[in-house]
């Protein structure tokens, strides 16, 4: 066999171990959900093939799974580039919210503009309020020493009050009879259109999520979070400026998750209006997570999750199944997933403890030689 051959069969073999776990995790999932809905006395049949139909029956629902799947991309990506870093963020969150609202500010207090200058600095401005915010718990993490998990999940709520507050004081809509707490509509030059049934949203994110992956593997920053996140020690020994590194990983993955927020405002929902967003940051974790924290797996879970919430309403409509359903599938793949990474680490864990006492015992015996 030619070196060309093997190499090409050891590559896809590395293909088909690394989705072996999503795959099996969803059929899995699917069938527990079956279970369910049997024990409803509902038909799984009918219901999967109705959730089939309300994601991808017709273009209106193509429509829909693209524009629910596009900012799961972005949080997707944000949670998998923070993981590269060695890092855990679930505040992806809080950053989409800080995101989607400064979109809107810029959408509908900028008038006049030509669309080809609006819409980039709305999406500018989502990505930018992201990435302050997603570098605080970066800085609090190494200039105090405070864990990202504790700070982001804290914050998060700090920023769904904040923009609450703002919804509905300072930029509340103040259209004669409106009230609900929501920002006014953006200008129309700063909508994101559709191209025939594909949202120019969806492509923006293909093409951020092909820019995070070249990033990561083709660049020298890339190399260095990627080192960071494999041992901060022997990057820091290597000469990598680990504190510049944390910070900057986690304020990018608050860039992405900003700029998911600021698409879903300018593409989907208009406006900024609180519980629009909710769950988005979330979903993020289990995206990243079954698309094995690479990018363009990333926007394969991305499309699936979509297609999930897409088809629910449908679902529920068509064979009487509460779509609540979903969120239980989802919460099951994710559990699936997430315990084969537990046992990872753990094995990780005891075979680096295992190593050390191997090391301590050949020091003590050399020293008793000697």
């Known amino acids: 066999m030619s070196l060309g051959i093997r190499s090409w069969v050891a590559s896809l073999r590395r293909v088909t171990a690394s989705i072996s776990l999503p795959l099996l995790s969803v059929v899995v999932a699917l069938l527990i959900g079956a279970f369910v809905i049997v024990l409803g006395e509902s038909s799984p049949v009918e219901a999967y093939r109705a959730l089939f139909r309300g994601a991808f029956g017709s273009q209106a629902a193509l429509q829909r799974t693209l524009e629910k799947g596009t900012p799961l991309i972005f949080s997707g990506l944000a949670v998998a580039f923070a993981f590269k870093g060695g890092l855990f963020n679930i505040g992806a969150q809080g ?72 919804a509905s004081g300072p930029y509340m809509d103040r259209t004669p009879g409106n009230i609900v707490s929501r920002t006014p509509l953006v200008a129309e ?47 820091q020994y290597a000469g990598i400026r680990v504190t510049r590194i944390v910070v900057l990983t986690m304020a990018l993955s608050g860039a992405l998750a900003g700029l998911g927020g600021a698409v879903e405002t300018l593409g989907v929902v208009g ?23 690479h990018p363009l797996g990333v926007i394969l879970s991305a499309l699936l999750v979509g297609a999930m919430r897409a088809g629910a309403p449908q679902m529920q409509f068509s064979a009487k199944v509460r779509p609540d359903i979903v969120d239980m599938i989802l919460a099951l793949i994710l559990f699936f997933v997430a315990a084969d990474l537990v046992r990872r680490w753990l094995v990780a864990r005891r075979g680096e403890r295992l190593l050390l006492e191997e090391e301590i015992q050949l020091s003590t015996g050399w020293g008793q030689q000697a």
């Open 95 to 166: 950053q989409l919210l800080f995101g989607a609202m400064a979109a809107a500010i810029v959408g509908f207090s900028l008038t006049g503009l030509p669309a080809l200058l609006h819409v980039p600095l709305a999406l500018l401005a989502g990505a930018f309020a992201g990435f302050l915010y997603g570098a605080i718990p970066g800085a609090l993490k190494r200039f105090r020493g405070a864990h990202e998990v504790i700070t982001t999940i804290m914050l998060n709520y700090i920023a769904i009050n904040i923009t609450d507050y703002l």
């Open 189 to 235: 030059s700063a909508r994101i259109p559709v191209l025939g049934n594909i949202p120019l949203g969806f492509i923006i994110a293909l093409l951020v999520g092909l820019f995070i992956w070249w990033l990561l593997a083709r660049t020298t920053i890339g190399f260095e979070i990627s080192t960071v996140g494999r041992s901060p020690h022997a990057a």
């Open 271 to 293: 406006r900024y209006q609180p519980g629009f967003n909710i769950g988005l940051g979330f979903d993020g974790i289990t995206v990243a997570l079954l698309g094995k924290t």
